[in-house]
Each structure stands twice: as C-alpha cells, then as structure tokens.
C-alpha cells in the first residue's frame, strides 16, 4: 500500500476483519454521536421550514434526514475511511485492494447499509406495529441477525460491503516515535 496523506506507511492495516463484537460497539457509538447530529440537524429543518408540528412535513424531515446521513458518511468514508466512532474503534472502510475508497462507492455503501434496517422496519409495517417497544424489538433482531450473517463471508464482512467493494479493516496508527 502507498503512503497518503490519508494512510500513512507506519500505519498496519490487517485484511482480517475486525472482530464482530468492536463493530457492533463502533455500531452502537455512531449511533449515540449521530443523535446530536440528527437533533441539530432537525432543529435547522424545522425552523427553516417553519414546522410548526411534529406530524406535519415527517416525510420532507426524514428526506431531509436522510440526506445529512449521506453527506456525513460519504464525507468521513472517502477522506479517510473512518468516522469518528470508527477512529475511537480502530476500524476503517478500504476497498478490496486496501486502498481509500471513492466518494461515489461511499455514497453506495451508505445506501446499501439501510438494508440493516428494511427487514424489521417492512414487518412492522405489514403487521401493521405501532408499538415503540416492538419496533425496537424487531430492529435489534434484525441487526443481530444481519451482523451474524457475516459469518457466511469468506472475509467476514458485511453483505453490503460486499456488494460495494470495500471491506472494514482493522486500523491502528504507529504510536508515536519516542525521543531519545
């Protein structure tokens, strides 16, 4: 691999995937800095938009939303190949060759990951679920469920990952030097 300013020589990068369970904590970590994120986020739709209803405009909001996520990954993935939950957990997207990946495969990989989501959220909604609780319910088993099937992938990486070409890395910077 090529010295960048992005991935320093000094830097190892294993092609082992890093172990399920620190992905998941990576996981879990985005999603706690994300909330600050979405909450500035949707205070700036709503006073820009004059929401004066939560019910009112949803659709526009999670649109909305949904594009701030999008800049946020495809950003941080394609200047460095890790977000900041990524960086306090040593992982990094690549592609397959280990390189930094584009902003147009980022972009892809960021769509292809909702599929996280769309098993529990289209039960919910052909069983017609409105329960807080049994949403959440069905999330966390469809994400345990779709975080295991990495166990059927050569390289142990997400079904997503698959498909877009890339793969997440275990990546710890050199310590630093120590002066004589």
């Known amino acids: 691999m090529e010295a960048t300013a992005d991935s320093p020589a000094t ?14 904590a990576a996981f879990i970590y985005e999603g706690v800095l994300l909330f600050g994120v ?3 986020a949707g205070y700036l739709y709503s006073s820009l938009t004059q929401m004066r209803h939560a019910l009112h405009g949803t ?6 939303l949904f594009v701030v996520l999008a800049v ?12 900041v939950a990524m960086k306090a957990w ?7 060759h280990g390189n930094a990946i584009s902003q147009p495969r980022a972009l892809a990989r960021y769509v292809l990951s909702w599929i996280w989501f769309v098993p ?4 919910a909604w052909v069983a017609d679920l409105h329960s ?8 966390a088993t469809g994400i345990v ?36």
């Open 11 to 24: 830097a190892p990068v294993t092609t082992v995937a890093p172990a399920l369970m620190r992905r998941l």
């Open 38 to 40: 979405l909450m500035i």
């Open 59 to 64: 659709l526009g909001l999670q649109m909305f």
């Open 72 to 83: 946020y990954f495809t950003w941080f993935w394609s200047r460095g190949g890790q977000t």
């Open 90 to 96: 040593d992982i990094r997207v690549v592609d397959v």
């Open 120 to 123: 529990a959220l289209l039960t």
């Open 132 to 139: 807080g609780a049994a949403v959440f319910g069905l999330m």
């Open 145 to 180: 469920a779709y975080a295991l099937l990495t166990r059927l992938h050569p390289q142990r990486q997400y079904w997503h990952d698959a498909v877009c070409g890339t793969r997440l890395v275990t990546w710890r910077p050199a310590p630093p030097a120590r002066k004589s």
